[in-house]
């Protein structure tokens, strides 16, 4: 779906809304004269915020709708819309079943929109501002003030946990803003085109300046060159109060510490980031993929057992990369390309013996050498997209290089990583923690160069980040949502018994028990008194955001 295809709000839908009658809230109880002020300061860009499916429940047969249907699964549709999210339960309200959703399984399905459904507003924000100008930003902001409505922060609606939406607000859409709201995908393309290397995530469509830099920011780089927090330079910022700063290591240097690994819609509006880059890299990669293993069979333990028992020094070498099940993919710029057949010979042999003992004509298993990130992610990115337009629960865990420090360690890794994958069949090890890059040259260069990050600790000792997810349907009830939350967290228990208490906040359980110290350790303090400085108002504000307002009516959807 295309932005011209999204209803431009006139003032008087606007007043019409605005005057609806629902219960006293800051929304209904803004006078149309407020939001006529806003409209003209922010230049005629304020809309209403319209759901991605509202068109198939208007009139299922119209050619809108037909367009909604076919995009409901696109990435990139969902990331260039705003009443669209990628996880789509944050779209609704989980508490009160309101939602405009199809069937993911099936977006053609007519059950979803007949009667008695009907298309509801959720957690879509009834208004947003299409951000051009920081001047936007600062209005917003004493909108926000002045009326109490709730304001978000919304760039390409990838957050897992629901920070980009909130129900009844007023959201500022940052994804036209061309210093802040491009994607990977893009940046990627830039870089080819510019003989360059930036470091950045394993999804075309995650922004680049917006909730993945601000909470971390990993990908198979980054064993080698570094977290995204590792590599920005400069933030250009509007804080609560109005003010558009410079953030960097000599100028805000307080904010410059929180933007690196805080968490976004937290301490301000970022408009513009500066991050390094790098001379273009040849990489050596290595993909083993297999048929999805059946009941019975012990591939994945096999493949497990091997990667676990060889990540320390793969780690070392520079390696990095993703796993799951059935699939290893690792990349490395540091290595020649016969030191890298040397050095993931264990890997290779095993792929092979599985393949011809087996007879698996379709395993893949290849080693090659790519001259660019982007010509490997172009290759990468087409056959491994995640889950679009489903309402899933995520769950994550750092693993500590501690736990590979013994055999019997190494085992009871093995076993909590295959029992894991186990019950949800979704687990993927993300080797993407900054281990050889933490402990090298550049690493201390930063340092001394005054540039600290508020990350977890935790992330510098670690060796995989590991992800797993728990889907349910448009249909599913109250208890069955919940229970899906809770099934993805008992599968991670397996890990969450033998590693310490850390995780990466932008893809963490909604529910992470002791989660300021699991996301920050000890930086969480120091965030805290840069949260209190910049919005003591509490103007924004997000799910397990530092010092977020747990009773906010803004998380009444939460369940
Ligand atoms: C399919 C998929 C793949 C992913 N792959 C990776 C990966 O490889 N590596 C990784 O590290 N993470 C990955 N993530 C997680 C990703 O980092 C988070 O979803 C992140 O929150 C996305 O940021 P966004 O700005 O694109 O999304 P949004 O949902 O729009 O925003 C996320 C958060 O950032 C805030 N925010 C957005 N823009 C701004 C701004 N300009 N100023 C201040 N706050 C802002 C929002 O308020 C919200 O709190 C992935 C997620 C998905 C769904
Ligand atoms: C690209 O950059 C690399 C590394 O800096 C250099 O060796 C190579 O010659 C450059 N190629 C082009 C086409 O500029
Ligand atoms: C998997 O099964 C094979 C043969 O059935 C066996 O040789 C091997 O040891 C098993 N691997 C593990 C990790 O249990
Ligand atoms: C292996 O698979 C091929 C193609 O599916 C089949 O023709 C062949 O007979 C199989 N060989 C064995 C030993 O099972
Ligand atoms: C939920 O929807 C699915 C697919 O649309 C359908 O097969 C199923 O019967 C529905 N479940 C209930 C309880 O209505």
């Known amino acids: 779906m295309s932005l011209a295809l999204l209803t431009v709000a006139s003032v008087s839908v606007l007043s019409a809304l605005a005057k609806s009658p629902v219960q006293r809230d ?40 037909l367009v909604a249907r076919r995009a409901y699964l696109d990435e990139t549709s969902r990331s260039n819309t705003f009443g669209a999210y990628i996880n789509t339960q944050w779209e609704t309200c989980q508490t009160t079943a309101e939602q405009c959703l199809l069937d993911f399984t099936d977006p053609n ?30 209005a917003a902001f004493a909108f926000s003030r002045k009326t109490a409505v709730p304001l978000v922060v919304k760039n390409t609606g990838h957050d ?3 920070r980009s939406s909130a129900p009844r607000s007023l959201a500022l859409w940052t994804h036209n803003l061309r210093n802040a709201g491009v994607m990977w995908g893009e940046a990627y393309a830039f870089a080819e085109a510019h003989n360059i290397t930036v470091v950045g995530g394993s999804d075309k469509n995650v922004g680049v300046a917006g909730g993945w830099l601000q909470g971390g920011g990993h990908g198979a780089l980054s064993n080698s060159m570094g977290l995204g927090v590792d590599r920005v330079l400069e933030f250009k910022i509007v804080t609560p109060d109005g003010k558009f700063r410079t953030v960097n290591a000599c100028q805000n240097e307080d904010l410059f510490f929180a933007l690196r690994g805080g968490g976004g819609g937290t301490f301000g509006v970022v408009t513009e980031a500066t991050i390094l880059a790098s001379p ?79 007879n698996m004509t379709s395993a893949r298993i290849v080693a090659t050498e790519f001259p660019s990130w982007g010509q490997f992610f172009n290759f990468f990115a087409n056959g491994f997209v995640a889950a679009v337009g489903q309402s899933l629960a ?32 979704s687990l993927i090890i993300l080797i993407s923690p900054p281990h050889r890059f933490s402990r090298r040259g550049e690493a201390k260069k930063i340092k001394a160069n005054n540039a600290i990050t508020s990350v977890t600790p935790m992330w510098r000792e670690s060796i995989y980040h590991i992800t797993t997810v728990s889907p349910w349907n448009w249909n599913a009830t109250t208890f069955e949502k919940k229970a899906q939350y809770q099934r993805a967290s008992t599968a991670m228990d397996h890990l969450r018994r033998i590693t310490p208490d850390a995780s990466y906040v932008n893809e963490a359980d909604v529910h992470e028990s002791n989660h300021e110290s699991a996301f920050w350790g000890h930086n969480f303090k120091e965030l805290l008194r840069i949260k209190k400085k910049y919005d003591p108002e509490h103007l924004l504000d997000c799910w397990h955001c530092v010092g977020w ?6 998380f009444s959807c939460y369940i």
């Open 26 to 65: 800051p929304l209904s109880s803004t006078s149309p004269e407020a939001w006529e002020h806003l409209r003209r300061e922010v230049d005629g860009r304020l809309y209403a915020g319209v759901p991605f499916a509202q068109q198939c429940f208007d009139d299922s047969t119209s050619e809108a709708c």
């Open 109 to 138: 399905s007519a059950l979803p929109t007949s009667p008695p459904n009907k298309c509801s507003q959720g957690s879509i924000s009834n208004y947003y501002i299409d951000v051009r100008l920081p001047q936007d930003i600062s």
């Open 160 to 162: 897992y946990k629901g």
């Open 280 to 358: 273009q890299v040849t990489l050596q990669a290595v993909v083993v993929s297999f048929p999805r293993p059946t009941p019975g069979s012990n591939i994945t333990q096999e493949l497990f057992s091997i990667i676990v028992a060889n990540s320390i020094r793969w780690a070392d070498e520079g390696w990095g990369g993703l796993a799951n099940g059935f699939t290893a993919i690792y990349v490395n710029p540091l290595i020649s390309q016969a030191k890298a057949a040397e050095s993931m010979k264990p890997l290779i042999d095993f792929a092979n013996r599985v393949k011809s003992e087996n």
């Open 394 to 425: 995520l769950t994550s865990r750092l693993v500590n290089q501690d736990n590979f420090a013994t055999a019997h360690k190494q085992q009871q890794l093995i076993n909590a990583l295959t029992a894991a994958n186990a019950e949800t069949q």
């Open 549 to 554: 307002n747990q009773q906010s009516p803004r």
